[in-house]
């Protein structure tokens, strides 16, 4: 039996939009079973990157509650009424009249739904998922076919900032355009073989500098080393990062540490960061030392968890709040900081945590235009709607002695781990990821009457109160009308100059530009511990370091100029328009 578990559904601030999904009914746990069915937010949490299958599951769900019911009522009907045997058939797959049976090798479970059968996929999925998370390989195209062909993976890879070689290709295209004082938190990096020329000049006319290697293509460490000579350099075939080494970096307790600060990207155009407030802290499993004979060992110079978790002197840390152990959340990681910190650093907490914000946006820039080019019309990845767009990202950065950050890299795909301290974290981080990024029913669920009454019922709804209950296409359309098209030519992207947009832009808006903005403050609306890094009222210096400003960027910073970043006279105008159903 299904049963609801809290509040499912909440309304969106607009009027005439459908509500969001924050939650599934959960099963009932039967008396003899043993194993313990984990929560919506445990399989958010394995489903990060894919949470499109919250919303699919539902609909499972309203199958499957549908599929029940149906047996009910032939049970009820065959218990009052008997029917001649000449009018029933067994369940044996029979060969015979095949347009009234299955051919034999055509095997479907009884929930399997005419045409429809359940593909039982080997192992399946685990024993302790919920029933209705029935993944198979069918599930993008039904999720796709539920919501008119929409795409199910609107960002493109980012090797551009995910990539260590091509990071730093794109963040020195950034500074050369923009200057080294704006962009100095990468370190120099040579990318071998094809620089390798250039790397073997720098260490002969600087030979007490130490280089770190990276394969480009690698994660959890691996293949990473720090060398000081040119003849430790790999092979001449062999593609590989060599970045110059931080050699005095902060040290709590004398090791060295990093930190993994979560990133999210909900929009590339217009561009909208996010970033977590809390994170992990991974230190070395060694006293850090620059003696030339322990510069071959990792657990010094490597701060990566897998590096070091196998060693005898790594110590697990099960409690989050506290400063212990060789694994710590960042919230912990400030609090030890403003109580220990040194008198000789010129730094504080906040300004730390602002450069790192400027960091992270930045780093964005980096690849920010190549992104956009693959996702614009007739782009390889053409965006031809906002719903379901997302990207996480795991920054990997260092503290040196004067806690200035430095970028070590960007991770595209970040685990998340089961062990308490990473749970700690990512449980609530993936759940906000939800709610920000905003799912609604699939329309499948709610097709009809019945089903949309079936739903209603397994989320404790009220039906007469939504006039609008499913997705709708229309609300998340990139898709121009002339009267969009007319205004934008108004706003040539070449034209940067602030005060030519920033005032004029909102005077009059389209449906284009509501369905925008009312996705933006939606987003707005629902952040906790994630932060808006970008965009903010100070955010349009950045806008500046692009060749050109596209017109959603202007929109938005000539929004916030006027409105402030969720003020509420802002929000009334783009509900009093979606009154009007301009976002339809």
């Known amino acids: ?154 960002f493109p890879p980012c090797h551009q900032i995910s990539r260590k070689d091509l990071l730093f290709v794109n963040y020195k295209k950034m500074r050369d355009r923009v200057g080294s004082d704006e962009y100095d938190f990468l370190a120099d990096t040579y990318n071998l073989p094809k620089q390798r020329a250039e790397l073997l000049d720098r260490m002969k006319s600087e030979p007490w500098l130490l280089w770190i290697i990276k394969p480009p293509g690698r994660n959890n460490g691996s293949g990473i080393r720090v060398i000081s000579s040119p003849d430790d350099l790999p092979d001449d075939k062999e593609e590989t990062c060599v970045q110059l080494y931080i050699e005095r970096p902060y040290l709590i307790l004398g090791r060295k540490f990093d930190l993994r600060v979560y990133v999210l990207l909900t929009s590339v155009d ?155 974290v990512n449980r609530p981080m993936v759940n906000e990821i939800f709610n920000i990024v905003g799912y609604h029913l699939p329309p499948a669920a709610v097709s009809n009457p019945s089903r949309k009454s079936l739903a209603c019922r397994l989320l404790e709804a009220d039906s007469d109160e939504y006039k609008r209950l499913g997705f709708l296409s229309n609300i998340y359309t990139r898709t121009l009308d002339n009267e969009d098209i007319c205004k934008q030519n108004l706003f040539p992207k070449q034209t940067k100059a602030r005060e030519s947009y920033v005032e004029s832009i909102i005077h009059t808006l389209t449906g284009g530009d509501v369905r925008i903005l009312a996705k933006t403050l939606e987003e707005f609306s629902k952040l906790d511990k994630f932060s808006r890094v970008f965009p903010t009222r100070r955010s349009f210096k950045y806008l500046q370091y692009l060749d050109c400003i596209t017109y959603y960027d202007k929109l938005l910073d000539g929004f916030i100029n006027k409105y402030g970043e969720f003020g509420e006279e802002g929000v009334h105008r783009i509900q009093q328009c979606c009154i009007r159903n301009m976002h339809l």
């Open 1 to 154: 039996m299904v049963v609801s578990n809290g509040k499912c559904l909440r309304n969106s601030i607009f009027p005439n939009f459908p509500p969001f999904l924050v939650n599934l009914p959960e099963e009932e746990e039967s008396e003899t079973s043993t194993v313990s069915r984990r929560t919506t937010v445990d399989v958010m949490v394995e489903l990060r990157e894919s949470l499109w299958r919250i919303p699919l599951a539902f609909l499972q769900l309203v199958d499957l509650e549908e599929r029940r019911q149906d047996k009910k009522d032939r049970a009820c009907f065959d218990s009052n009424v008997s029917i001649p045997s000449v009018f029933t058939r067994g369940n044996t797959n029979c060969s015979k009249r095949r347009s009234f049976t299955r051919p034999k090798s055509f095997l479907c479970s009884d929930e399997g739904q005419p045409g429809q059968p359940v593909v039982q996929v080997v192992g399946g999925p685990p024993e302790d998922l919920p029933h209705h998370f029935h993944l198979n390989h069918r599930d993008p195209a039904s999720f796709s076919d539920n919501h008119a062909g929409l795409r199910l993976s609107p």
């Open 270 to 424: 217009p561009l909208r960061i996010y970033i977590y407030e809390d994170g992990l802290v991974r230190f070395s499993t060694e006293q850090y030392s620059l003696d030339p004979e322990d510069i071959s060992n990792p657990r010094i110079h490597v701060t990566n968890f897998k590096v070091n978790k196998d060693s005898e002197k790594f110590t697990v840390n099960n409690t989050p709040n506290e400063a212990a152990g060789d694994k710590w959340t960042l919230s912990c990681l400030w609090r030890y900081l403003s109580e220990n910190l040194s008198c000789n650093v010129d730094a504080d907490m906040f300004t730390v945590w602002a450069d790192i914000q400027d960091l992270v946006v930045k780093s964005a820039f980096c690849g920010l235009e190549s992104m956009r080019h693959e996702m614009s019309v007739g782009g390889k990845l053409e965006q031809k709607s906002d719903y379901n767009v997302y990207k996480l990202f795991g920054y990997d950065i260092l503290l040196d002695h004067r806690l200035k950050p430095h970028l070590i890299e960007i991770n595209a795909r970040p685990a998340a781990l089961n062990d308490t301290l990473d749970a700690y």
